[in-house]
């Protein structure tokens, strides 16, 4: 193909994208609509898979030690520990460590006025898991160690995590498919209302022998367009409603700000915005290409 | 779909025919058909009237030349092309050796003169400065040169006319059909395009009108053929308009 036509092609879409006005702002609406559900869904969801992350690497079992354990002893209880596959890291606290942090932890200020160390038998491994559903297996393990005297479980247990994680795949495949189908639905309908009108002008291209890529090519490159701006709408959307969610949670809410570790919006839009992108441009493309089909057939 | 050395009649080879129907019939619908086992040679270079009562199958007929219909039974050759057995994609290289005008012009209304006939050219690919050159050409040949910057709308109906009659030779094809090309104009345009249509013929072009004017038609002298109930009931060099009642 000449680039000649090329540039004919995509000028002729350009115009038809003025020229139609109506329809235009219809699809872009339409388009955008969906895409804006979309993008909050997406930022929702991104949100809480990172926030139950990072509850799952927060969690950790304590395993209390007996009071007086050698130094040899406990590294050798590190040692078989570590080599377990779904523990990620194994912190030892001593007896020390656990009053210093205990008594920060609770404001009594300068500690070297008590003269014992009233935690004395509470030395003990923070044991960090790289598989949170293995838990259940490590405390019964622990709890057969030599030495160990009690094990503690974070208040979060595991299967809530590891349900609530299966629950948010399948809402979001759920909320993924009826999305995708309302868009298209949509599309379909704005598109063909918009072709009814330039049927005429397909049937005339094609009797002075317009081969069909040439009749539909400004077509598509049309589609093509309003779908990208129909993107753009959306992620800016997203964009400042992210951020006034964000600040309002953490003025609102300044004690969850812990639990409610929101992704920085910059992490969200770095995969959000092609795959927004991708969308608009991909269903102006499919409704434009497969409507105009339609009346090829002249 | 080429053409072989076949003899269709004594001292006549497909080559040098624009149009060939064989046997042609055409059904809409089960029932009586629209064209009715037609036979027809038109030879390159004739000038050639249609003419009947509404609803003899001259619409028809014109259809199954562009190819946009597809004969229920027969053989249709055009430029030497079997139509029935092209292929899609080689509908639209087909129709490029063809020119057509319609009765409503059929010009595309958000563009101006010049753009309605450079869109021919663009479709072959032309490049710009052919086109340039080409369209002023081919207006001022159909009277137009003048209102190139026109929409479709700011012209009279035999304007829009001639807008489609450049948009229709631009591309100088070997056979012009015209369905009905006067239909919507006043007498002084419709003999501007008949007029048009056989200068065109002289030029070597083959011209198959189809028509109810009946006073050009007896004026001009040309070979015509009459169709009724899809059915040609006469065929006759330099005849005339046939009165039904
Ligand atoms: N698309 C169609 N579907 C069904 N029947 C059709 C169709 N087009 C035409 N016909 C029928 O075929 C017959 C021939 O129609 P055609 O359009 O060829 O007539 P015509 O000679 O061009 O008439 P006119 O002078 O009014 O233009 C008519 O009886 C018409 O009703
Ligand atoms: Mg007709």
Known sequence: MRINTLFYCI????RNIFKNKWFTLASVATISAC?????LFYSILTN???MVKNAEQGLCVSALLDAGMSDERVAEIRGTLMRRTEVSEVEYVSA??????FAEENNFGDISIFTENPLEDCAHFDI???DVSMQPALVSYLESVEGVRKVNQSFLTAQALTGVNAIIGYVSIGIIIILFLVSIFLISNTVSIGISVRKEEIQIMKYIGATDFFTRAPFVIEGMVIGLIGSFLPLIGVYFIYNEAMMY???RFPSLSQLLAFLPVETVFTNLIPVCIGLGVGIGFIGSFTTVRKHLSV | MKTTGTRRRAGSAISDKAIILEHVSKAYTAGVPALNDVTLHINKG????IVGDSGSGKSTLIKLLLRELLPTSGRVIVNGTDVVRLRRRQIPKFRRSLGVVFQDFRLLKDRNVYENVAFAQRIIQMPNREIRRNVPSILSTVGLAGKYKARPKQLSGGEQQRVALARALVNKPQILL????TGNLDPKNSWDIMNLLEKINNNGTTVLVVTHNREIVNAMQKRVITMKKGIIVSDEEKGGYIDED
């Open chain 2, 178 to 181: 015209a369905d009905e090309p």
């Open chain 1, 11 to 14: 000028w002729q879409g350009i």
């Open chain 2, 46 to 49: 004739e000038f050639v009237f």
């Open chain 1, 96 to 101: 020390a460590d656990t009053w210093a942090q």
């Open chain 1, 249 to 251: 949670v953490a003025k």
């Open chain 1, 48 to 50: 809480f898979q990172h």
């Open chain 1, 35 to 39: 895409l804006f559900l979309f993008g």
């Open chain 1, 128 to 130: 960090y898991l790289s």
